[in-house]
C-alpha cells in the first residue's frame, strides 16, 4: 500500500498537478514532445522515461490487487524507510518545479527560449528534478522489492542520463552559451 500512495502522490502531485498549475499560469501545460523529425535520441528515452513510470504503477496496483513474489518481505522499518525516502523525492520534486516557475517544462522544444533558473535549489543542482526522481525511485523499490520496478528504475535512470547529456545540456549550452557554461562547471549535475 505505501508503494501504491508513493507512485500516486507523485504522478498525481508532480506530474498532472504541476501540468495544470501550469496550465493555469500560462494556457500552456508545459510538456513538450520531440519534432516529428527529432532523432531518436531525443524521442526514445522520454518515451521509455514515461512508460518505466506506467509500468510501475501498474504493476505496483497488480501487485497490490493480486499480491506479488517479493525479493524480500519488506519490514515495518523498511516500509517507513522507503517511504521517507520517497516521500523526500517528491517534495525536492515539487520545491524544484515550484522554484522552476514559469521555465517549468516536461520534454525540450528545441525552438522555444526559456531562463536559465539558477536560484534557490538550483543553485546547488543543475537538475533537482531528476534528484528527487532517483530519492523517489529509491523509496518506492524499497517498499516494492520486486525485479520488475527495479528494473524500471533502472531504466529510467538511464533515460534521464541519456536526456539530461544528450538533449537538455547541449540545448541550455546552444540557448544560454557562456552563461550556461559558467553554471555548469560550477553546479552539480543532480546532487545538491
Known amino acids: ?7 500516486s502522490a507523485f504522478l498525481l502531485l ?3 498537478g504541476r501540468s495544470f498549475v501550469q496550465f493555469k499560469r500560462n494556457g500552456d501545460f508545459g510538456i513538450r514532445t520531440a519534432a516529428k523529425d527529432a532523432p531518436w535520441v531525443e524521442v526514445m528515452p522520454g518515451a521509455i522515461f514515461v512508460l518505466t513510470f506506467c509500468f ?3 504493476l505496483i496496483l497488480f501487485g497490490f490487487l ?3 513474489t517479493f525479493l524480500y518481505l519488506p519490514t515495518f522499518a523498511l516500509q517507513s524507510l522507503g517511504f521517507l525516502i520517497g516521500m523526500s523525492g517528491v517534495v525536492v520534486t515539487l520545491i524544484s518545479q515550484f522554484q522552476m516557475g514559469d521555465s517549468w517544462r516536461i520534454g525540450v522544444d528545441q525552438l522555444e527560449t526559456t531562463p536559465l533558473i539558477r536560484h ?3 543553485a546547488r543542482s543543475r537538475n533537482p528534478i531528476y534528484f528527487g526522481i532517483l530519492l523517489f525511485w529509491i523509496g518506492i523499490c524499497i517498499t516494492f522489492p520486486c525485479i520488475l520496478l527495479w528494473a524500471c528504475a533502472l531504466i529510467c535512470w538511464i533515460c534521464i542520463e541519456v536526456i539530461v547529456r544528450k538533449i537538455e545540456e547541449p540545448y541550455l549550452m546552444k540557448v544560454h ?3 550556461y557554461r559558467e553554471y555548469f562547471a560550477s553546479t552539480n549535475r543532480y546532487k545538491p
Open 1 to 7: 500500500m505505501i508503494s501504491l500512495t508513493l507512485i
Open 14 to 16: 508532480a506530474v498532472i
Open 56 to 58: 510501475a504503477f501498474g
Open 66 to 68: 493480486q499480491g506479488a
Open 120 to 122: 534557490g535549489i538550483y
Open 177 to 179: 552559451g557562456n552563461n
